[in-house]
Nanobody, 127 residues
C-alpha cells in the first residue's frame, strides 16, 4: 500500500532549474532513508542524492554535487530535489524511493537498499 508519486519533471534548457517533488502515502517517510535515482537510456539506474532517516547523513553523486539539493518535509510526508545548472547529461527518468530505517553513509544511495519506488518523472535538458 506504499505509494510514491513524483512530479515536477519537464523540458528545460541547459543552465536552467527544476524542482522535483515526491509525495508518499502508506509510509511515514521520517522513519526511513529516502533517495532520488535516475536512469538514462542504455544506462543503469544510479543514485543521485539520498538522505538518512534521522542521523543527518546525506549523499550526492559526484556528478551533481554543488548543483542538486535534497530536502525532506516530514510534515507533508514528502521529499524534494532542487536541480540547478542543469546539463544535457542530466536527462533521465528520475525516481524517488524509500530505504531502510538504519543505514550507513557508504550504503545510503545504493539502489539495492531501496524497496518502494515511484513511477518516475522525465527530465529533459536540451537547447
Amino acid at each position: 500500500q506504499v505509494q510514491l508519486v513524483e512530479s515536477g519533471g519537464g523540458l528545460v534548457q541547459p543552465g536552467g532549474s527544476l524542482r522535483l517533488s515526491c509525495a508518499a502515502s502508506g509510509r511515514t517517510l521520517a522513519n526511513y532513508a529516502i533517495g532520488w535515482f535516475r536512469q538514462a537510456p542504455g544506462k543503469e539506474r544510479e543514485g543521485v542524492s539520498c538522505v538518512g532517516s534521522s542521523d543527518g547523513n546525506i549523499a550526492y553523486a559526484d556528478s551533481v554535487k554543488g548543483r542538486f539539493t535534497i530536502s525532506r518535509d516530514d510534515a507533508k510526508n514528502a521529499v524534494y530535489l532542487q536541480m540547478n545548472s542543469l546539463k544535457p547529461e542530466d536527462t533521465a527518468v528520475y525516481y524517488c524511493a524509500t530505504g531502510p530505517r538504519v543505514i550507513g553513509l557508504l550504503s545510503l544511495c545504493l539502489v539495492l537498499n531501496y524497496d518502494y519506488w515511484g513511477q518516475g518523472t522525465q527530465v529533459t535538458v536540451s537547447s
